[in-house]
């Protein structure tokens, strides 16, 4: 049981490339959302979904884009990298109202 | 909007001494709440959760939290802190009721603890 897992560990992008950020679960979750931490603000949320097919926008969903095809993943699109989405982002996975599991995170710097 | 408020950005204590954080939330309804910590360099790992009954609830490491409802208050405690307790600790909720918000964790800003030996 491998539980959350993200790829790549560690990315650096130029302003106007565009990558997409993995997340997988094997725990069959329904729920699982993408997280932004930056320093002194906590953990900011992206986009989540409720289940395969269903997704929505979080508090800073600018410049991302998500789907999930299937329960076991879902992936961050950035569109057009801008330095202001130099972050550390975090995929969660859980059922309803339940604990949510962390992935181990992907340090994104853009220059 | 619903929030959760974190007291503390940074607490630097003594080996051996007692840790309170506290943790105010702004809704409502019936919340799930939890308690969350960041060794550096890792990602976030739940310490505990309190989703209903006895209000005092116990986690991993020594650490307990007590909701008090009329108080929007989940504080974590731990009475004895330890140099491997340094990390940062987040405090979350979840509104319980029908819809995609019944999913969702609004986290708090978070509390560095510096544990010194």
């Known amino acids: 049981n491998a539980g959350v897992t993200q790829t790549p560990k560690f990315q650096v992008l130029k302003t106007g490339q565009s990558m997409t950020l993995q997340c997988a679960q094997d725990?069959?979750?329904?729920?699982m959302s993408w997280y932004r931490q930056d320093p002194g603000m906590g953990l900011r949320l992206i986009h989540y979904?409720?289940?395969?097919?269903?997704?929505d926008q979080g508090e800073v969903p600018n410049g991302y884009n998500v789907s999930r095809s299937t329960t076991e993943d879902f992936p961050l699109r950035l569109l057009s990298a801008a330095p202001s989405q130099t972050s550390v982002y975090f995929c969660?996975?859980?059922?309803?109202?339940?604990?949510?599991?962390f992935g181990p995170g992907t340090r994104l710097t853009v220059l | 909007a619903q929030s959760v408020s974190q007291h503390n950005h940074h607490v630097i204590l003594s080996e051996a001494a007692s840790l309170e954080l506290g943790c105010n939330y702004s809704?409502?309804?019936?919340?799930?709440l939890f308690w969350y910590v960041q060794y550096p360099g890792q990602h976030l790992q739940l310490l505990l959760k309190?989703?209903?009954?006895?209000?005092l609830v116990k986690g991993i490491k020594g650490f307990e939290a007590e909701f008090i409802k009329s108080k929007f208050s989940f504080n974590l405690r731990k009475p004895s802190v330890q140099w491997s307790d340094t990390a940062e600790y987040f405090c979350?909720?979840?509104?319980?009721?029908?819809?995609?918000?019944?999913?969702?964790?609004?986290f708090g800003k978070g509390t560095k603890l510096s544990v010194i030996p």
């Open positions: 969660a996975s859980s059922k309803r109202g339940d604990t949510q599991y």
């Open positions: 809704y409502g309804g019936t919340v799930n």
């Open positions: 725990m069959n979750h329904e729920y």
């Open positions: 979350a909720v979840t509104l319980l009721g029908s819809g995609a918000g019944s999913y969702q964790l609004t």
């Open positions: 309190y989703f209903s009954g006895d209000p």
């Open positions: 979904s409720v289940g395969a097919g269903i997704t």
